[in-house]
């Protein structure tokens, strides 16, 4: 069997269906807020002449988070699941 034959399957289970609309939510929140955001901000008039640096900071910022957000799940959580975890 192929994986495409097994990812659908997955995907066709109703505990996946059930994930799908906050799968698809999150990938829109995330897509506008590191694609359409930030170069959004250079046409915002109303920040005076520095508009154009706001795009770099909203990258770094925003970048900066996304990399706090890795390390809180993968190092720290880890931590407690594997001492709370009854499976």
């Known amino acids: 069997m ?3 034959v097994k990812l659908m399957k997955l ?4 505990s996946m269906m059930l994930l799908l609309p906050y ?3 999150i990938g829109f929140q995330f897509a506008f807020r590191t694609g359409v955001y930030g170069p959004s901000l250079t046409f ?3 920040f005076g002449e520095e508009d154009g640096s706001l795009t770099g900071l909203h990258g770094i910022a ?3 988070g996304i990399l706090v957000q890795f ?3 993968s190092v720290i959580e880890k ?3 594997s001492s709370t975890c009854i499976f």
């Not at 995907?11 to 109703?14: A, F, G, K, R």
């Open 79 to 81: 931590q407690f699941i």
């Open 71 to 73: 390390l809180h799940v």
């Open 62 to 64: 925003a970048h900066g």
């Open 23 to 25: 799968f698809c939510y």
């Open 2 to 4: 192929t994986s495409f």
């Open 44 to 46: 915002a008039s109303s």
């Open 11 to 14: 995907i066709s289970t109703p």
